[in-house]
């Protein structure tokens, strides 16, 4: 199906499903129970995030998990897309298509440029290189490109770019809302379905997303199965090989930076189309990090890690930072209150504001323990499972070879 | 005129004079032979052929062409491949990706986008390169990790790859350093037999004077980054000056 192979295309399929199914799968509690306001993650902001995130680290993932090479400075193109986009919307109008082409080609213009330079270099070099140019990136936006008194504000700073009322927005017809829309659909808006106590979400933002991020996650699969993908496998191999094979290696890692850029302005393009506004910090180089660390987190190389790690990370970070101590003390009501008090007291500090602490220690263990990410944790499950199984001996006929 | 010319070529490396002043010819379809003591300049001539070093001085000519200033890419596309002294094949992947990936470089160049094509869905390749690893005798390992293959079939297989491109010009760095006799026998008898099907020259660097007396129908002796003489191997055996600089007690060997 759609020229992919049987594994690719089950794969995919269940992707599919999961992205169309999301607002019940990460909707489990009924509506007002605690567990509900702790884990249930099926509201539109944080769904949005699992999918646009996802975009973002799948195509991260063509340059570092296909060529090795480390860009530590993805999230300036990120930022480039979210000013291209509410630039669109300033301009023209609050329709998100043009917002989101203009996104990606800017994005893919930037990443030409500082990829032709930062590829000069590998290893080490290259990603120090990568990692300037994102701080320059930041900076520019921060200050000296967002002063509102001067004639070349393109980013606003400090404030951030937004939409004003007082804004050109040559093509804006009255009857579109003055949300961000795909031809009259607002973005933010939701239609909701009740079930018994249980509560889904449907929002139009999320499936847009949602549907592009299939979109990108099918290219990716081709990409990876295509000979281009595999001369990109080989220039993490061996270069020096591929150079006494007649290949110039450059075309091919400049060709892959500029369309992981361009995922990334796609992303950026479309963190706008959620909410107009864009800020320097989407470029600071701890967001380049977490791009880094999704992932890793998901497993470099591998096809669904990067939707693994960017959901696993986004989920994490939002239910960590939720937990304060007044839950914490009704979790461990059970104890003791002087131990009850300590363990609240120790655990205090990995919470809350604190997420990024226990979200640290995943990744280590992550890293220590499975440096194939979440993949090949779950790779090993299977294998384990399977072998359960066969000792059993109740499945061992009938199981096919793969 | 050989297909290789190399004229008056050296190189320096700081103080050291690597190559003095190397003439060279390298006649079509033959075998030619480099020998040398360690240190001689054979390897820094050979990479003088390939781009990885510029000459200081000289030129040198593939097939009428100047292959001075090119890139490694550039000169491979020329049609002049090159096996190295550790076998340099893609570790992290396939057998028979290793052998597509040169098969894909020969029809569709330097660079080529075909990000949107299914790479096992290329036929033509797929059958060019399945082809290839059954003449080298590599058809069962073809899902295995390069990387994971033994030391005699990584040079087997690079070998194989470097076929797979139908250069007119085949280099090779000591091919058989460090392989067990039987593993040197078969690379041996795999050299002859592609020298004898193809239009290829094949150029030699090795120690071995079992494989370079088996193998060349012409040697070039090189000492102090010159060459001191080049003959058949009949001649070269009992040539002095090559006794006295290189062969020594090999002579009886050989
Ligand atoms: N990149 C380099 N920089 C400095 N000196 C070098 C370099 N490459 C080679 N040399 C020196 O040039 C001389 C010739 O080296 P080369 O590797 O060509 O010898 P060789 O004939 O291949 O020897 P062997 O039989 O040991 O492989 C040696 O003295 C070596 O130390
Ligand atoms: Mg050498």
């Known amino acids: ?402 | 005129m050989g297909i290789l010319e190399v004229k008056n070529v050296g190189k320096r490396f700081g103080g050291l004079q690597a190559l003095g002043d190397v003439n060279l010819s390298v006649a079509e379809n033959s075998v030619h032979a480099i020998i040398g003591p360690n240190g001689a300049g054979k390897s820094t001539l050979l990479n003088c052929l390939v781009g990885k070093l510029i000459p200081d001085t000289g030129s040198v000519m593939f097939d009428g062409q100047s292959v001075l200033g090119r890139k490694p890419y550039e000169i491979n596309q020329m049609g002049i491949s090159r096996v190295f002294q550790t076998p340099e094949i893609f570790g992290d992947l396939s057998v028979l990706e290793n052998m597509l990936i040169p098969c894909f470089a020969k029809r569709d160049g330097a660079f080529h986008l075909s990000a949107f094509k299914n790479m096992l869905a290329d036929k033509e390749m797929v059958e060019r390169a399945q082809h290839m690893l059954e003449e080298m005798n590599m058809a069962g390992k073809h899902a295995m990790n390069a990387a994971a293959l033994s030391r005699g079939d990584k040079r087997r297989l690079e070998i194989g790859m470097c076929l797979s491109q139908e250069p007119r010009l085949l280099l090779l760095d000591e091919p058989t350093a460090g392989m067990a006799r039987a593993d040197t026998n078969n690379t041996i008898d795999l050299l002859k037999q592609i020298s004898d099907e193809r239009d290829i020259t094949i150029a030699i660097i090795e120690h071995d004077m079992h494989v370079v007396f088996s193998l060349a129908e012409r040697i070039t002796v090189l000492a102090q980054g010159t060459p001191l003489v080049e003959d058949t191997p009949d001649n070269i055996k009992g040539h002095p000056k090559v006794r006295e600089a290189y062969l020594g007690e090999t002579q009886d060997a050989a």
Do not use: C
Not at chain 1, 108 to 134: D, E, H, N, P, Q
């Open chain 1, 1 to 402: 199906m759609l020229k992919l192979n049987k594994s690719d295309t089950l794969l995919f399929v269940i992707v599919a499903a999961m992205v169309l199914l999301a607002p019940f799968i990460l909707n489990p509690f009924p509506q007002g129970s605690s567990l509900a306001q702790m884990f249930n993650a099926g509201y539109p902001d944080l769904m949005q995030r699992f999918v646009i995130f996802g975009i973002l680290v799948i195509g991260f993932n063509i340059l570092f998990g296909l060529t090795g090479y480390l860009s530590f400075g993805h999230a300036a193109f990120l930022g480039i897309g979210s000013y291209s986009a509410v630039w669109m919307f300033k301009l023209l109008s609050m329709n998100v298509i043009p917002a989101l082409i203009l996104s990606m080609i800017v994005a893919g213009i930037f990443s030409l440029a500082i990829g032709y330079v930062s590829l000069r270099r590998s290893g080490i070099y290259f990603s120090i290189l990568t990692l300037a140019f994102a701080q320059m990136s930041y900076n520019l936006a921060y200050s000296v490109l967002g002063n509102p008194s001067s004639s070349y504000n393109l980013t606003n700073g400090e404030t951030g770019l937004q939409v004003y009322s007082n804004d050109p927005q040559y093509f804006a017809s009255s009857s579109a809302p003055d949300t961000p829309h795909l031809f009259g659909l607002a973005m933010s808006d939701s239609s909701k379905l009740d079930i018994g106590s249980w509560q889904f979400t449907f929002n139009n933002g999320y499936y847009m997303s949602g549907i592009l991020m299939l979109v990108a996650f099918y290219i990716s699969i081709r990409i990876f199965r295509s000979p281009f993908g595999m001369m990109l496998r080989a220039v993490k191999s061996n270069q020096q090989r591929m150079n006494y094979t007649g290949l110039n290696t450059k075309p091919y890692t400049l060709a892959a930076f500029v369309i992981s850029g361009m995922y990334a302005g796609l992303a950026g393009g479309l963190l706008s189309s959620m909410d107009p506004l864009a800020g320097a910090e989407r470029m600071h180089w701890t967001a380049s990090g977490e791009i880094v660390i999704m992932a890793i987190l998901g497993g470099v190389g591998t096809l669904i890690g990067p939707i693994v790690g960017a959901g696993f990370n986004e989920y994490f970070k939002n239910i960590l930072s939720k937990i304060n101590d007044g839950i914490l003390h009704q979790w461990l009501s059970f104890l003791p209150d002087g131990l009850e008090n300590f363990i609240v007291g120790i655990l205090h500090y990995f919470v809350g504001k604190g997420w990024h602490l226990t979200l640290g220690l995943l990744f280590m263990m992550v890293i220590i323990f499975l440096p194939g990410g979440l993949v090949e944790g779950g790779q090993r499950l299977a294998k384990l499972f399977k072998r359960k199984k066969t000792e059993d001996g109740s499945d061992s006929n009938n199981t096919p070879a793969k």
